[in-house]
């Protein structure tokens, strides 16, 4: 089993910054993807930026230039640098990891985004 815990939401202005974090434990070999995905109220489930065991990253066009994402693999731990933040980036965040192709997923973390 994979076990993932989120930190570090809450209520920020818009043009300020958040970090969120994510730690995982359990059964944590091989793991590959991990990332971060949003859900606001009424939208669908989207994802936000995901990186690899090899570093390599991902971003929504949404996001790309404000957000940036990071992972130790040594520490099983990703992080979401969330900068210039907009409205509209207001969503309960998900952190979510992949192992032999299944998808593990956190409680999710509320950030909001006052205008």
């Known amino acids: 089993q994979v076990q993932l815990v989120e930190s570090g939401g809450g209520l920020v202005q818009a043009g300020g910054s958040l970090r969120l974090s994510c730690a995982v434990s359990?059964?944590?070999?091989?793991?590959?993807?991990m990332g971060w995905y949003r859900q606001a109220p009424g939208k669908q489930r989207e994802l936000v930026a995901a990186?690899?065991?090899?570093?390599?990253?991902n971003y929504a066009d949404s996001v790309k230039g404000r957000f940036s994402i990071s992972r130790d693999n040594a520490k099983n731990t990703v992080w979401l640098q969330m900068n210039s933040l907009k409205a509209e980036d207001t969503a309960v965040y998900y952190c979510f990891a992949t192992r032999y192709g299944r998808d593990y997923w956190g409680q999710g973390t509320q950030v909001t985004v006052s205008s």
């Open positions: 990186i690899t065991s090899g570093g390599t990253t």
């Open positions: 359990g059964t944590i070999f091989s793991i590959n993807v």
